[in-house]
């Protein structure tokens, strides 16, 4: 009876919801702080660290061992989930977060590629028009100027394609999972993915440039008093609004909480405006409308689709 109460309150779960994205695209914006004077491997090593104490804190507290059921699952997914976000993060370095997250929020329109691919599920016309939206809409965001196409121009689109993946996964070999479990899992792989990258670079040596430009180039960097006090911002407040994310999908059905992850959009786009005073002007910004609607029409089709139920159900980079 709770949990069918629980599941009746859409308005106080896209508030929820809300507050957890507005929190995710602040801390972001602050990335940019870290890499001037840290690394991505460093980053990574320091941050997943702080998240598994304070889960652990947690766990305590709540009286209730982890577990794990299907370890092969659980390290599949923790693999490619823990690649897009390598792959986020390192591109907030020289990109505003509304372009990067534009980027990773491309996962449900790769879900549905992928489904049809590998899964052979049969789409209509509207999901098929909602890629093409959403493709529009990635070239609108990430290049409006022609001039600026570079090689490093759609590598946000990678990390879309493979938290796309992880995605899949969850609901193909971790069914049974529980969410911390699943988190700390991802912690654990990006923890491993900043342990080799600081062995690699610091055995290889490349020259980093100073500030951003050398936040993936630089191996261990021991942190200054601003880089510190960031990381603890970022690992308080990424628990904070996992929190409030997972408290929006014990409130209402999923695929009406999804569709309000999509504010992170224009958050990202917001916040970096009042922050860093960045704009994307209006072609961005219409791009950013078309990659929000195309994720909103194959989550609704979803709904209303039988054969996508199991592959396809639109998810979004923070659920």
Known sequence: MERAFMQNRPLAAAGAILT????????????????????????????????????????????TPLRVVSWRGMVF?????????????????????AQAAAGLFTSPIWVLIFSVVFFGLRIGVWRVLAVGLGFVGILAVLSPDPATVGPLTFVPVLAGAFYAIAMISTREWCPEEGSLEMTLAGFTAMWLWGLVGVIVVGLVGPEAPAGADGFVMRGWVWPTVEVWFWLWVQAAGSLVAVMFLTR????????????????????????????????????????????????????????????????????????
Do not use: C, K
């Open 20 to 63: 957890g994205m507005a929190i995710i695209s602040v801390i972001d914006q602050f990335l940019r702080v870290i890499a001037a004077d840290s690394s991505l491997w460093t980053f990574h090593l320091i941050r997943s660290v702080m998240m598994w104490g304070l889960a652990l804190a947690y766990v305590v507290w709540r009286g």
């Open 77 to 97: 997914r923790s693999v490619f989930l823990s690649s897009a976000m390598m792959i986020y993060f390192g591109a907030l370095a020289f990109m505003p977060v």
């Open 248 to 319: 929006a999908y014990q409130l209402a059905e999923a695929s009406y909480v999804g569709v309000f992850e999509y504010a992170l959009l224009g958050f990202s786009a917001l916040f970096g405006w009042l922050v860093w005073g960045e704009v994307l002007g209006w072609v961005g910004l219409i791009g950013i409308a078309m990659i929000a609607a195309g994720g909103v029409i194959i989550a609704l089709r979803s709904r209303t689709a039988p054969e996508a139920e199991a592959n396809a159900q639109a998810v979004s980079p923070n659920s």
